[in-house]
């Protein structure tokens, strides 16, 4: 099975306002296939999200490698990390849409970045297949919160990522609109056929994943998982 996203020894160290370092992360060994969906599980404040950040090159590490579909991060300039990330799809707990676009502008935007040419027509059809076709001219402020969220999911996904990264996607959600957007975050990563790795606390979530990592003093550890991915 092919290997997409790979790390070896990899560490963050920070330094705090007392000037002592901080190891986030301390030597972490992991490999992530192709295909699979992948929970990062671990309480508040350990490290998920730096670790995440990492894994998809929004940060560096202190030491350690990432390899990225076998292209390493470190030798990269800004520039080569951002060509990397176009291979990759982000959903954040915050939504990150911009208020000035439509929702169809949010979802157009890196698609039109990234060259492609038939940006309108690929944002478009995503943004009905989240169940937004009659939304598409609709402002962030005049959706709800699930609303926004299936903005971001088409917008991750209309990129066509390899990867595709979720940072709790469903913490500013109330219960049944986080079940709804849990359904339809892995329905459509089980028809892409993407690589999933998704940062949460919520267990309900991450039983949905085929592997569950645990990020504990710095170092991951794997749990067992039953996959329920069919049943979204």
Not at 25 to 41: F, M, N, P
Request: proline content about 2%; aromatic content about 4%.
């Amino acid at each position: 099975m092919k290997s997409v996203i790979r790390t070896e020894q990899l560490a963050r160290t920070v330094t705090d306002a007392d000037g002592q370092a901080l190891h986030i992360l301390q030597g972490i060994d992991c490999q992530i296939y192709a295909g699979e969906s992948v929970a990062i599980l671990g309480s508040s404040g350990a490290g998920k999200s730096t670790l995440l950040g990492l894994l998809a090159g929004l940060d560096q590490s202190t030491d350690g490698e990432i390899w990225l579909n076998d292209q390493p991060l470190s030798g990269l300039n800004e520039e080569g990390r951002a060509r990397m990330r176009q291979q990759v799809g982000f959903v954040f707990q915050s939504f990150q849409l911009l208020e000035h676009l439509t929702a169809l502008e949010n979802v157009m935007l890196p698609l039109e970045l990234a060259g492609e040419k038939n940006y309108q027509a690929i944002a478009q059809k995503w943004l009905e297949r989240v169940g937004l076709g009659q939304r598409i001219k609709h402002y962030p402020r005049q959706l709800s919160g699930g609303e926004q969220q299936r903005v971001a999911i088409a917008r991750a996904f209309a990129g066509d990522p390899l990867v595709l990264f979720a940072d709790e996607p469903t913490g500013n959600l109330d219960s049944v609109t986080g079940q709804s957007i849990i359904d339809l975050l892995f329905t459509l990563n089980k028809e892409n056929q993407t690589t999933l790795i998704l940062v949460t606390h919520d267990a309900n979530l991450a039983r949905h994943c085929q592997r569950r990592l645990t990020l504990q003093d710095g170092l991951l550890h794997e749990e067992q998982a039953v996959a329920v991915t069919g049943e979204a």
